[in-house]
Protein backbone atom coordinates (compact mmCIF):
# COMPACT_ATOMS: atom_id res chain seq x y z
CA UNK A 1 0.00 0.00 0.00
CA UNK A 2 2.75 2.50 0.60
CA UNK A 3 4.02 2.16 -2.88
CA UNK A 4 0.65 3.22 -4.30
CA UNK A 5 -0.21 6.11 -1.37
CA UNK A 6 3.51 7.62 -2.41
CA UNK A 7 2.89 7.55 -5.63
CA UNK A 8 0.00 9.27 -5.26
CA UNK A 9 1.11 12.15 -3.69
CA UNK A 10 3.97 12.19 -5.83
CA UNK A 11 1.53 12.80 -8.69
CA UNK A 12 -0.33 15.25 -6.80
CA UNK A 13 2.67 17.64 -6.38
CA UNK A 14 3.59 17.25 -9.64
CA UNK A 15 0.28 17.79 -11.07
CA UNK A 16 -0.30 21.14 -8.99
CA UNK A 17 2.70 22.76 -10.52
CA UNK A 18 1.80 21.91 -14.17
CA UNK A 19 -0.20 24.63 -15.92
CA UNK A 20 -1.31 22.42 -18.21
CA UNK A 21 -2.79 20.02 -15.58
CA UNK A 22 -4.66 22.74 -13.94
CA UNK A 23 -5.87 24.64 -17.42
CA UNK A 24 -7.03 21.38 -18.68
CA UNK A 25 -8.83 20.39 -15.35
CA UNK A 26 -10.88 23.73 -14.37
CA UNK A 27 -10.51 26.54 -17.08
CA UNK A 28 -10.96 24.15 -20.02
CA UNK A 29 -14.45 22.78 -18.39
CA UNK A 30 -15.39 26.17 -17.62
CA UNK A 31 -14.49 27.85 -20.86
CA UNK A 32 -17.34 25.41 -22.57
CA UNK A 33 -19.89 25.68 -19.49
CA UNK A 34 -19.51 29.37 -20.13
CA UNK A 35 -20.09 28.99 -24.23
CA UNK A 36 -22.45 26.33 -24.20
CA UNK A 37 -24.33 28.02 -21.06
CA UNK A 38 -24.87 31.10 -22.86
CA UNK A 39 -25.30 29.52 -25.90
CA UNK A 40 -28.04 27.65 -25.07
CA UNK A 41 -30.04 30.02 -22.91
CA UNK A 42 -30.44 31.99 -25.42
CA UNK A 43 -28.38 34.68 -23.76
CA UNK A 44 -30.66 34.57 -20.34
CA UNK A 45 -30.32 32.62 -17.50
CA UNK A 46 -32.72 29.83 -16.63
CA UNK A 47 -32.12 26.36 -14.51
CA UNK A 48 -33.28 24.53 -17.49
CA UNK A 49 -30.66 24.82 -20.38
CA UNK A 50 -28.17 23.51 -17.35
CA UNK A 51 -29.34 20.44 -17.29
CA UNK A 52 -28.33 20.03 -20.83
CA UNK A 53 -25.15 22.03 -20.16
CA UNK A 54 -23.80 20.13 -16.92
CA UNK A 55 -23.42 16.73 -18.21
CA UNK A 56 -21.90 18.16 -21.37
CA UNK A 57 -19.22 19.89 -19.78
CA UNK A 58 -18.50 16.74 -17.76
CA UNK A 59 -18.37 14.22 -20.41
CA UNK A 60 -16.13 16.34 -22.00
CA UNK A 61 -13.90 16.84 -18.94
CA UNK A 62 -13.54 12.95 -17.77
CA UNK A 63 -12.88 12.30 -21.74
CA UNK A 64 -9.83 15.15 -21.58
CA UNK A 65 -8.69 13.97 -18.44
CA UNK A 66 -9.05 10.04 -19.22
CA UNK A 67 -7.54 9.80 -22.78
CA UNK A 68 -5.01 13.11 -23.01
CA UNK A 69 -4.69 13.07 -19.00
CA UNK A 70 -3.62 9.66 -18.59
CA UNK A 71 -2.70 8.40 -22.72
CA UNK A 72 -0.25 10.97 -23.67
CA UNK A 73 1.69 12.01 -20.26
CA UNK A 74 2.09 7.85 -19.29
CA UNK A 75 3.78 7.82 -22.78
CA UNK A 76 5.83 11.30 -22.46
CA UNK A 77 7.27 9.33 -19.23
CA UNK A 78 8.03 6.64 -20.79
CA UNK A 79 9.96 8.73 -23.54
CA UNK A 80 11.44 11.19 -21.07
CA UNK A 81 13.31 8.11 -18.94
CA UNK A 82 11.06 8.85 -15.80
CA UNK A 83 9.63 5.25 -15.82
CA UNK A 84 12.84 3.54 -16.39
CA UNK A 85 13.82 5.26 -12.87
CA UNK A 86 10.59 3.75 -11.09
CA UNK A 87 11.88 0.21 -12.71
CA UNK A 88 15.16 0.16 -10.89
CA UNK A 89 13.61 1.19 -7.56
CA UNK A 90 12.04 -1.72 -8.12
CA UNK A 91 8.16 -1.21 -7.95
CA UNK A 92 5.82 -3.10 -10.14
CA UNK A 93 3.45 -1.43 -12.91
CA UNK A 94 0.48 -1.64 -10.77
CA UNK A 95 1.12 1.07 -8.11
CA UNK A 96 2.03 3.56 -11.19
CA UNK A 97 -0.92 2.53 -12.88
CA UNK A 98 -3.47 3.09 -10.24
CA UNK A 99 -1.81 5.75 -8.84
CA UNK A 100 -2.50 7.90 -12.39
CA UNK A 101 -6.11 6.49 -12.37
CA UNK A 102 -6.43 8.19 -8.87
CA UNK A 103 -4.49 11.08 -9.47
CA UNK A 104 -6.50 12.07 -12.45
CA UNK A 105 -10.14 11.69 -10.16
CA UNK A 106 -8.73 13.60 -7.36
CA UNK A 107 -7.28 16.56 -9.42
CA UNK A 108 -11.02 16.57 -11.65
CA UNK A 109 -13.56 15.95 -8.86
CA UNK A 110 -13.59 19.77 -7.50
CA UNK A 111 -14.33 20.92 -11.24
CA UNK A 112 -17.49 18.75 -11.37
CA UNK A 113 -18.28 20.61 -8.05
CA UNK A 114 -17.36 24.07 -9.11
CA UNK A 115 -19.45 23.46 -12.16
CA UNK A 116 -22.24 22.13 -10.37
CA UNK A 117 -22.12 24.92 -7.57
CA UNK A 118 -21.88 27.81 -10.95
CA UNK A 119 -24.58 26.49 -12.41
CA UNK A 120 -26.76 27.17 -9.16
CA UNK A 121 -25.70 30.69 -7.83
CA UNK A 122 -25.48 31.64 -11.42
CA UNK A 123 -28.19 30.18 -13.27
CA UNK A 124 -30.66 29.20 -10.18
CA UNK A 125 -30.41 25.03 -11.05
CA UNK A 126 -30.88 23.08 -7.87
CA UNK A 127 -28.32 21.20 -6.25
CA UNK A 128 -29.19 17.47 -7.55
CA UNK A 129 -30.73 15.35 -4.87
CA UNK A 130 -29.17 12.37 -6.09
CA UNK A 131 -25.40 14.08 -5.88
CA UNK A 132 -23.62 10.72 -3.86
CA UNK A 133 -24.95 8.94 -7.40
CA UNK A 134 -23.63 11.64 -9.82
CA UNK A 135 -20.45 11.92 -7.73
CA UNK A 136 -20.13 7.63 -7.98
CA UNK A 137 -21.09 8.41 -11.25
CA UNK A 138 -18.46 10.43 -12.42
CA UNK A 139 -15.78 8.60 -10.33
CA UNK A 140 -16.35 5.47 -12.33
CA UNK A 141 -16.53 7.00 -15.57
CA UNK A 142 -13.09 9.18 -14.35
CA UNK A 143 -11.51 5.85 -13.59
CA UNK A 144 -12.58 3.84 -16.72
CA UNK A 145 -11.69 6.59 -19.08
CA UNK A 146 -8.38 6.44 -17.71
CA UNK A 147 -8.14 2.85 -17.84
CA UNK A 148 -8.72 3.22 -21.82
CA UNK A 149 -6.33 6.10 -22.17
CA UNK A 150 -3.55 4.13 -19.84
CA UNK A 151 -4.11 1.03 -22.71
CA UNK A 152 -3.05 3.24 -25.30
CA UNK A 153 -0.61 4.68 -23.83
CA UNK A 154 0.91 0.80 -23.52
CA UNK A 155 0.50 -0.05 -27.05
CA UNK A 156 1.69 3.62 -28.52
CA UNK A 157 5.18 3.69 -29.58
CA UNK A 158 5.30 7.35 -29.60
CA UNK A 159 3.77 10.67 -28.41
CA UNK A 160 2.72 11.14 -32.35
CA UNK A 161 0.91 7.83 -32.15
CA UNK A 162 -0.73 7.54 -29.57
CA UNK A 163 -2.15 11.21 -30.07
CA UNK A 164 -3.30 9.49 -33.17
CA UNK A 165 -5.02 6.45 -31.49
CA UNK A 166 -6.71 9.21 -28.73
CA UNK A 167 -7.82 11.43 -31.09
CA UNK A 168 -9.32 8.11 -33.32
CA UNK A 169 -11.22 7.50 -30.09
CA UNK A 170 -12.31 11.01 -28.76
CA UNK A 171 -13.31 12.67 -31.82
CA UNK A 172 -16.43 10.30 -32.55
CA UNK A 173 -17.58 10.02 -28.78
CA UNK A 174 -17.25 14.32 -28.53
CA UNK A 175 -19.96 14.60 -31.24
CA UNK A 176 -21.67 11.29 -31.34
CA UNK A 177 -22.30 11.02 -27.17
CA UNK A 178 -24.55 13.73 -27.13
CA UNK A 179 -21.17 15.83 -25.14
CA UNK A 180 -21.72 18.32 -27.96
CA UNK A 181 -24.62 17.62 -30.13
CA UNK A 182 -28.00 15.98 -28.21
CA UNK A 183 -28.37 11.97 -29.63
CA UNK A 184 -31.60 12.80 -31.13
CA UNK A 185 -30.90 15.66 -32.81
CA UNK A 186 -27.95 13.60 -35.16
CA UNK A 187 -28.84 12.04 -38.13
CA UNK A 188 -30.35 8.24 -38.08
CA UNK A 189 -27.65 6.48 -39.08
CA UNK A 190 -25.28 8.44 -36.41
CA UNK A 191 -27.90 7.84 -33.67
CA UNK A 192 -26.89 4.61 -34.11
CA UNK A 193 -23.05 4.78 -34.28
CA UNK A 194 -23.56 6.51 -31.08
CA UNK A 195 -24.68 3.81 -29.49
CA UNK A 196 -21.22 2.52 -29.81
CA UNK A 197 -19.83 5.17 -27.82
CA UNK A 198 -19.34 4.66 -24.14
CA UNK A 199 -19.29 8.36 -23.68
CA UNK A 200 -23.12 8.38 -24.98
CA UNK A 201 -23.96 6.02 -21.66
CA UNK A 202 -22.24 8.05 -19.47
CA UNK A 203 -24.48 11.63 -20.64
CA UNK A 204 -27.42 9.57 -20.55
CA UNK A 205 -26.84 8.49 -16.79
CA UNK A 206 -26.15 11.81 -15.65
CA UNK A 207 -28.97 12.97 -17.32
CA UNK A 208 -30.87 10.76 -15.57
CA UNK A 209 -29.32 11.50 -11.79
CA UNK A 210 -29.68 15.19 -12.62
CA UNK A 211 -33.48 15.68 -14.36
CA UNK A 212 -35.19 11.98 -12.98
CA UNK A 213 -33.20 12.06 -9.82
CA UNK A 214 -32.55 8.55 -10.50
CA UNK A 215 -29.74 6.93 -8.32
CA UNK A 216 -27.00 4.10 -9.32
CA UNK A 217 -29.68 0.94 -9.39
CA UNK A 218 -31.58 3.07 -12.18
CA UNK A 219 -28.15 3.13 -14.24
CA UNK A 220 -27.05 -0.83 -13.46
CA UNK A 221 -26.33 -1.41 -16.94
CA UNK A 222 -24.02 1.71 -17.70
CA UNK A 223 -22.43 1.23 -14.13
CA UNK A 224 -21.65 -2.58 -14.61
CA UNK A 225 -19.71 -1.65 -18.56
CA UNK A 226 -18.04 0.94 -16.75
CA UNK A 227 -16.75 -1.58 -13.80
CA UNK A 228 -15.73 -4.12 -16.66
CA UNK A 229 -13.87 -1.66 -18.66
CA UNK A 230 -12.01 -0.40 -15.33
CA UNK A 231 -11.03 -4.19 -14.37
CA UNK A 232 -10.22 -4.85 -17.82
CA UNK A 233 -8.63 -2.38 -18.67
CA UNK A 234 -5.88 -2.13 -15.42
CA UNK A 235 -5.42 -5.92 -16.20
CA UNK A 236 -4.99 -5.17 -20.09
CA UNK A 237 -2.54 -1.98 -19.19
CA UNK A 238 -0.81 -4.37 -16.81
CA UNK A 239 0.06 -6.93 -18.90
CA UNK A 240 1.79 -4.71 -21.88
CA UNK A 241 3.22 -2.27 -19.60
CA UNK A 242 6.53 -0.71 -21.41
CA UNK A 243 9.54 0.96 -19.01
CA UNK A 244 11.47 2.12 -21.95
CA UNK A 245 10.75 3.65 -25.17
CA UNK A 246 12.87 1.32 -26.70
CA UNK A 247 10.96 -1.92 -26.01
CA UNK A 248 8.76 -1.79 -29.21
CA UNK A 249 5.03 -3.91 -29.16
CA UNK A 250 3.67 -5.36 -32.92
CA UNK A 251 0.86 -3.29 -35.03
CA UNK A 252 -1.60 -5.96 -33.41
CA UNK A 253 -1.50 -5.06 -29.71
CA UNK A 254 -2.94 -2.25 -30.77
CA UNK A 255 -6.48 -4.64 -31.18
CA UNK A 256 -6.37 -4.55 -27.22
CA UNK A 257 -7.60 -1.36 -27.17
CA UNK A 258 -10.82 -2.67 -28.85
CA UNK A 259 -10.80 -5.18 -25.91
CA UNK A 260 -11.43 -2.81 -23.46
CA UNK A 261 -14.31 -1.50 -25.26
CA UNK A 262 -16.13 -4.94 -25.94
CA UNK A 263 -18.52 -4.42 -22.95
CA UNK A 264 -19.71 -1.01 -24.39
CA UNK A 265 -19.75 -2.97 -28.53
CA UNK A 266 -21.83 -5.48 -26.71
CA UNK A 267 -24.32 -2.56 -25.70
CA UNK A 268 -24.20 -0.64 -28.87
CA UNK A 269 -25.55 -4.03 -30.57
CA UNK A 270 -28.20 -4.63 -28.11
CA UNK A 271 -29.23 -1.14 -28.28
CA UNK A 272 -28.50 -0.13 -32.14
CA UNK A 273 -31.18 -3.88 -32.50
CA UNK A 274 -34.13 -2.30 -29.28
CA UNK A 275 -33.71 1.21 -29.78
CA UNK A 276 -34.01 1.62 -26.37
CA UNK A 277 -31.16 4.11 -25.73
CA UNK A 278 -32.19 6.11 -28.69
CA UNK A 279 -36.08 6.19 -27.07
CA UNK A 280 -34.36 7.25 -23.89
CA UNK A 281 -32.49 9.98 -25.40
CA UNK A 282 -35.16 11.74 -26.83
CA UNK A 283 -37.59 11.14 -24.12
CA UNK A 284 -34.43 12.63 -22.05
CA UNK A 285 -34.26 15.75 -24.75
CA UNK A 286 -37.68 16.45 -24.56
CA UNK A 287 -37.49 16.42 -20.66
CA UNK A 288 -34.77 18.73 -20.46
CA UNK A 289 -36.80 20.95 -23.41
CA UNK A 290 -39.80 20.91 -20.97
CA UNK A 291 -37.61 22.57 -18.08
CA UNK A 292 -37.30 25.49 -20.03
CA UNK A 293 -37.71 28.82 -18.31
CA UNK A 294 -40.14 31.09 -20.14
CA UNK A 295 -41.97 34.40 -19.94
CA UNK A 296 -44.89 34.93 -22.45
CA UNK A 297 -46.08 38.32 -22.61
CA UNK A 298 -48.20 41.22 -23.65
CA UNK A 299 -50.53 38.21 -25.11
CA UNK A 300 -54.62 38.19 -25.16
CA UNK A 301 -55.25 35.22 -22.52
CA UNK A 302 -58.03 33.56 -22.53
CA UNK A 303 -57.90 31.36 -19.45
CA UNK A 304 -60.30 28.30 -20.70
CA UNK A 305 -63.37 28.95 -17.75
CA UNK A 306 -64.45 32.20 -19.25
CA UNK A 307 -62.07 34.68 -18.11
CA UNK A 308 -60.32 36.96 -20.37
CA UNK A 309 -56.95 38.80 -19.59
CA UNK A 310 -56.64 41.73 -22.08
CA UNK A 311 -52.74 42.10 -21.73
CA UNK A 312 -51.18 39.55 -19.74
CA UNK A 313 -48.31 37.22 -19.08
CA UNK A 314 -47.48 33.37 -17.65
CA UNK A 315 -44.06 32.34 -16.61
CA UNK A 316 -43.61 28.58 -17.67
CA UNK A 317 -41.29 26.71 -15.09
CA UNK A 318 -40.37 22.93 -15.25
CA UNK A 319 -42.90 22.28 -17.42
CA UNK A 320 -46.15 24.07 -15.64
CA UNK A 321 -47.28 27.11 -15.13
CA UNK A 322 -45.54 28.87 -12.36
CA UNK A 323 -47.80 32.61 -12.56
CA UNK A 324 -50.09 33.81 -14.53
CA UNK A 325 -49.61 37.80 -14.56
CA UNK A 326 -52.87 40.03 -15.26
CA UNK A 327 -51.42 43.67 -14.45
CA UNK A 328 -47.93 43.94 -13.82
CA UNK A 329 -45.41 41.70 -15.59
CA UNK A 330 -42.45 41.39 -14.16
CA UNK A 331 -39.29 41.74 -16.05
CA UNK A 332 -37.82 38.03 -17.71
CA UNK A 333 -33.95 38.82 -16.16
CA UNK A 334 -35.75 39.14 -12.78
CA UNK A 335 -36.81 35.60 -13.27
CA UNK A 336 -34.13 33.92 -15.15
CA UNK A 337 -36.80 33.33 -17.82
CA UNK A 338 -36.25 33.95 -22.08
CA UNK A 339 -39.15 36.32 -22.98
CA UNK A 340 -41.32 35.26 -25.73
CA UNK A 341 -43.03 38.22 -27.27
CA UNK A 342 -46.78 37.71 -28.07
CA UNK A 343 -48.20 40.78 -28.46
CA UNK A 344 -51.05 41.10 -31.37
CA UNK A 345 -51.55 37.28 -30.45
CA UNK A 346 -54.37 35.53 -28.12
CA UNK A 347 -52.90 32.33 -25.87
CA UNK A 348 -55.40 30.05 -24.85
CA UNK A 349 -55.03 26.19 -23.67
CA UNK A 350 -54.04 23.28 -25.96
CA UNK A 351 -57.64 22.66 -27.35
CA UNK A 352 -59.26 18.93 -26.81
CA UNK A 353 -61.18 16.91 -28.49
CA UNK A 354 -63.21 14.52 -26.86
CA UNK A 355 -64.58 12.29 -29.15
CA UNK A 356 -62.21 10.87 -32.13
CA UNK A 357 -63.38 8.41 -34.61
CA UNK A 358 -61.52 5.34 -36.25
CA UNK A 359 -57.24 5.56 -35.77
CA UNK A 360 -57.46 8.14 -33.75
CA UNK A 361 -55.18 6.02 -31.46
CA UNK A 362 -52.13 5.75 -34.17
CA UNK A 363 -49.47 7.48 -33.60
CA UNK A 364 -49.61 9.20 -36.78
CA UNK A 365 -52.86 10.93 -35.61
CA UNK A 366 -51.87 11.75 -32.72
CA UNK A 367 -49.12 13.76 -33.93
CA UNK A 368 -50.96 15.46 -36.40
CA UNK A 369 -53.40 16.62 -33.84
CA UNK A 370 -50.77 18.24 -31.66
CA UNK A 371 -49.90 19.98 -34.95
CA UNK A 372 -53.14 21.94 -34.41
CA UNK A 373 -52.52 22.72 -31.43
CA UNK A 374 -54.71 19.77 -30.02
CA UNK A 375 -52.57 18.16 -26.93
CA UNK A 376 -55.46 15.77 -25.54
CA UNK A 377 -58.03 14.00 -27.52
CA UNK A 378 -60.93 11.29 -25.97
CA UNK A 379 -61.38 7.57 -27.16
CA UNK A 380 -63.92 4.90 -26.33
CA UNK A 381 -63.15 1.83 -25.06
CA UNK A 382 -59.83 1.91 -27.79
CA UNK A 383 -56.55 -0.02 -26.96
CA UNK A 384 -53.86 3.00 -28.14
CA UNK A 385 -51.55 1.71 -31.09
CA UNK A 386 -47.93 0.98 -29.94
CA UNK A 387 -46.17 4.21 -30.80
CA UNK A 388 -42.14 4.10 -32.09
CA UNK A 389 -39.62 5.28 -29.75
CA UNK A 390 -39.09 8.15 -29.02
CA UNK A 391 -42.48 9.41 -31.11
CA UNK A 392 -44.55 12.99 -29.79
CA UNK A 393 -47.76 13.51 -30.05
CA UNK A 394 -51.28 14.50 -27.99
CA UNK A 395 -52.30 12.77 -25.36
CA UNK A 396 -54.61 10.10 -25.82
CA UNK A 397 -57.53 9.77 -22.55
CA UNK A 398 -60.27 7.37 -22.01
CA UNK A 399 -63.70 8.73 -23.13
CA UNK A 400 -65.90 7.95 -19.81
CA UNK A 401 -69.72 7.40 -20.63
CA UNK A 402 -71.70 10.85 -19.72
CA UNK A 403 -74.85 12.42 -21.09
CA UNK A 404 -73.26 15.02 -22.53
CA UNK A 405 -74.57 16.47 -25.46
CA UNK A 406 -71.28 16.61 -28.88
CA UNK A 407 -73.13 18.06 -31.69
CA UNK A 408 -70.11 16.45 -34.12
CA UNK A 409 -70.79 19.55 -36.86
CA UNK A 410 -67.79 18.34 -38.87
CA UNK A 411 -68.19 15.49 -39.36
CA UNK A 412 -71.91 16.29 -40.62
CA UNK A 413 -70.73 18.31 -42.87
CA UNK A 414 -67.57 16.29 -44.34
CA UNK A 415 -70.55 13.35 -44.77
CA UNK A 416 -72.46 15.82 -46.75
CA UNK A 417 -69.10 16.46 -49.10
CA UNK A 418 -68.84 13.06 -49.48
CA UNK A 419 -72.46 12.33 -50.70
CA UNK A 420 -71.43 15.53 -53.20
CA UNK A 421 -68.39 14.11 -54.28
CA UNK A 422 -66.88 17.82 -53.15
CA UNK A 423 -63.24 17.77 -52.33
CA UNK A 424 -63.66 21.16 -50.77
CA UNK A 425 -62.47 20.03 -47.43
CA UNK A 426 -59.18 18.69 -48.88
CA UNK A 427 -58.01 21.99 -49.42
CA UNK A 428 -58.41 23.59 -46.54
CA UNK A 429 -54.70 25.42 -45.43
CA UNK A 430 -54.18 23.40 -42.33
CA UNK A 431 -55.37 20.41 -43.85
CA UNK A 432 -52.31 20.34 -46.35
CA UNK A 433 -49.91 21.51 -43.55
CA UNK A 434 -50.91 19.03 -41.38
CA UNK A 435 -50.99 15.72 -43.71
CA UNK A 436 -48.11 12.94 -43.34
CA UNK A 437 -48.38 12.82 -46.89
CA UNK A 438 -49.01 14.50 -50.21
CA UNK A 439 -50.03 11.55 -51.71
CA UNK A 440 -53.21 10.29 -49.15
CA UNK A 441 -54.75 13.80 -50.22
CA UNK A 442 -54.33 12.85 -53.39
CA UNK A 443 -55.79 9.35 -53.43
CA UNK A 444 -58.83 10.66 -51.34
CA UNK A 445 -59.47 13.40 -53.97
CA UNK A 446 -59.33 10.80 -57.04
CA UNK A 447 -61.57 8.01 -54.72
CA UNK A 448 -64.38 11.00 -53.90
CA UNK A 449 -65.01 11.88 -57.64
CA UNK A 450 -65.18 8.20 -58.25
CA UNK A 451 -67.36 7.57 -55.45
CA UNK A 452 -64.83 5.18 -54.14
CA UNK A 453 -65.93 6.66 -50.81
CA UNK A 454 -69.51 5.37 -49.92
CA UNK A 455 -72.21 8.22 -48.83
CA UNK A 456 -73.79 7.79 -45.26
CA UNK A 457 -77.19 6.59 -44.89
CA UNK A 458 -79.26 8.64 -43.65
CA UNK A 459 -78.94 11.58 -46.28
CA UNK A 460 -76.39 14.49 -43.58
CA UNK A 461 -78.17 17.33 -42.71
CA UNK A 462 -75.46 20.17 -41.23
CA UNK A 463 -77.99 22.70 -41.06
CA UNK A 464 -80.35 20.70 -38.92
CA UNK A 465 -77.56 19.22 -36.37
CA UNK A 466 -76.50 23.36 -36.74
CA UNK A 467 -80.16 24.45 -35.13
CA UNK A 468 -79.74 21.53 -32.61
CA UNK A 469 -76.95 22.81 -31.39
CA UNK A 470 -78.32 26.45 -30.95
CA UNK A 471 -81.43 25.29 -29.09
CA UNK A 472 -79.11 22.96 -26.69
CA UNK A 473 -77.18 26.32 -25.90
CA UNK A 474 -80.11 28.61 -25.42
CA UNK A 475 -81.52 25.79 -23.20
CA UNK A 476 -77.86 25.57 -21.11
CA UNK A 477 -77.47 22.10 -22.26
CA UNK A 478 -73.91 20.80 -21.58
CA UNK A 479 -71.92 21.18 -24.13
CA UNK A 480 -68.86 19.54 -25.28
CA UNK A 481 -66.48 19.97 -28.60
CA UNK A 482 -65.61 16.28 -30.42
CA UNK A 483 -65.17 16.16 -33.89
CA UNK A 484 -65.53 11.69 -34.76
CA UNK A 485 -62.23 12.43 -36.64
CA UNK A 486 -61.06 9.67 -38.68
CA UNK A 487 -64.08 9.24 -40.40
CA UNK A 488 -64.37 10.41 -44.14
CA UNK A 489 -62.77 13.94 -44.64
CA UNK A 490 -62.64 14.59 -40.88
CA UNK A 491 -58.91 14.78 -40.48
CA UNK A 492 -56.93 13.93 -36.91
CA UNK A 493 -56.31 17.94 -35.92
CA UNK A 494 -57.91 20.30 -38.47
CA UNK A 495 -61.43 19.43 -37.75
CA UNK A 496 -61.56 20.49 -34.37
CA UNK A 497 -60.80 24.05 -35.85
CA UNK A 498 -63.27 23.78 -38.18
CA UNK A 499 -65.85 22.56 -35.52
CA UNK A 500 -65.16 25.80 -33.82
CA UNK A 501 -65.85 27.58 -36.92
CA UNK A 502 -69.60 25.60 -37.11
CA UNK A 503 -70.52 25.92 -33.75
CA UNK A 504 -69.74 30.15 -34.26
CA UNK A 505 -71.79 29.81 -37.41
CA UNK A 506 -74.78 28.04 -35.91
CA UNK A 507 -74.91 30.85 -32.80
CA UNK A 508 -72.40 29.74 -30.33
CA UNK A 509 -70.33 32.39 -28.84
CA UNK A 510 -67.04 32.13 -29.34
CA UNK A 511 -66.00 31.97 -25.83
CA UNK A 512 -68.21 28.63 -25.16
CA UNK A 513 -66.92 27.42 -28.10
CA UNK A 514 -63.35 27.95 -26.92
CA UNK A 515 -64.91 26.42 -23.25
CA UNK A 516 -66.39 23.90 -24.45
CA UNK A 517 -63.23 22.81 -26.46
CA UNK A 518 -60.74 23.24 -23.28
CA UNK A 519 -61.93 23.72 -19.56
CA UNK A 520 -65.55 21.98 -19.96
CA UNK A 521 -63.34 19.31 -22.37
CA UNK A 522 -60.73 18.57 -19.87
CA UNK A 523 -63.31 18.42 -17.19
CA UNK A 524 -65.09 15.46 -19.25
CA UNK A 525 -62.24 13.61 -19.88
CA UNK A 526 -60.74 13.58 -15.79
CA UNK A 527 -58.05 15.36 -16.39
CA UNK A 528 -59.35 18.98 -14.99
CA UNK A 529 -57.38 18.99 -12.18
CA UNK A 530 -53.86 19.69 -14.33
CA UNK A 531 -54.83 21.01 -17.76
CA UNK A 532 -57.55 22.56 -19.91
CA UNK A 533 -56.89 25.87 -18.25
CA UNK A 534 -54.52 28.87 -17.94
CA UNK A 535 -54.28 28.71 -14.18
CA UNK A 536 -50.59 28.25 -11.70
CA UNK A 537 -49.53 24.76 -11.09
CA UNK A 538 -51.37 23.42 -14.45
CA UNK A 539 -49.54 21.59 -17.07
CA UNK A 540 -48.18 24.12 -19.64
CA UNK A 541 -50.25 22.76 -22.88
CA UNK A 542 -50.69 25.99 -24.47
CA UNK A 543 -51.80 26.76 -28.02
CA UNK A 544 -50.83 30.50 -28.88
CA UNK A 545 -52.31 32.32 -32.52
CA UNK A 546 -51.90 35.20 -34.26
CA UNK A 547 -54.86 37.41 -33.66
CA UNK A 548 -57.69 37.41 -31.38
CA UNK A 549 -60.54 34.14 -31.58
CA UNK A 550 -63.20 35.80 -29.49
CA UNK A 551 -63.74 37.94 -32.51
CA UNK A 552 -63.00 35.97 -35.15
CA UNK A 553 -62.93 32.13 -34.74
CA UNK A 554 -60.86 31.27 -37.99
CA UNK A 555 -57.95 32.76 -35.47
CA UNK A 556 -57.30 29.25 -34.17
CA UNK A 557 -56.03 27.94 -37.76
CA UNK A 558 -53.24 30.73 -37.41
CA UNK A 559 -51.02 28.97 -35.12
CA UNK A 560 -47.92 30.54 -34.14
CA UNK A 561 -46.78 27.94 -31.20
CA UNK A 562 -47.42 25.01 -29.47
CA UNK A 563 -46.26 24.23 -26.28
CA UNK A 564 -46.73 20.65 -24.48
CA UNK A 565 -46.29 20.11 -20.79
CA UNK A 566 -43.77 22.95 -21.29
CA UNK A 567 -41.64 22.30 -24.65
CA UNK A 568 -42.22 24.69 -26.84
CA UNK A 569 -42.84 22.21 -30.10
CA UNK A 570 -41.24 22.10 -33.54
CA UNK A 571 -44.48 21.53 -35.47
CA UNK A 572 -42.85 20.71 -38.51
CA UNK A 573 -40.34 17.95 -36.59
CA UNK A 574 -43.52 16.24 -35.39
CA UNK A 575 -44.86 15.26 -39.52
CA UNK A 576 -41.09 14.17 -40.12
CA UNK A 577 -41.08 11.40 -37.23
CA UNK A 578 -40.17 8.02 -38.52
Not at 261 to 278: K, V
Request: hydrophobic share 50%.
Amino acid sequence: MKPYLALIRLNLRLAVRERAVLFFNYVFPLIFFFAFGQFMSDGNAGAGPMLRVIPMVIVIGILGSGLFGAGIRAVIERETGILRRYKVAPISPAPILVASMVTGWILYLPSVVLIILLAHFAHGMPIPERWLSLLILVTLASFAFRAVGLIVASVANSVAESNVLIQILYMPMLFLSGATLPVSSLPPAAQIAAQFMPAAYLNTGIQHVMLRSEGIAANLESVAAMLVTIALGTFIAMKLFRWEKEERLPRKSKAWVLAVLAPFILMGTYQAWTREHIAESKQLDREIRRNHTRLIRNATIFTGDGRVIPNGAILIRGGRIAEVYSDQIPDPDSLRADAVEAAGKTLLPGLIDVQVGPGGDTPEALASQLFCGVVAVGAVAQQPAQRPAGWSGAELVATPAAPTYIPALAAEEAALAVARRDPGPLSRTLVQQSAFSRDILQRTALLLRNGGIPPRTPEPDPARRATELRRAFELSTPLLLGTRSGEPLVFHGPSIHRELQLWVQAGVPASAALRAATFDAATSLGIGGRTGAIRKGYEASILIVDGNPLTDISATERISSVIFKGERIDRQDLLSQK
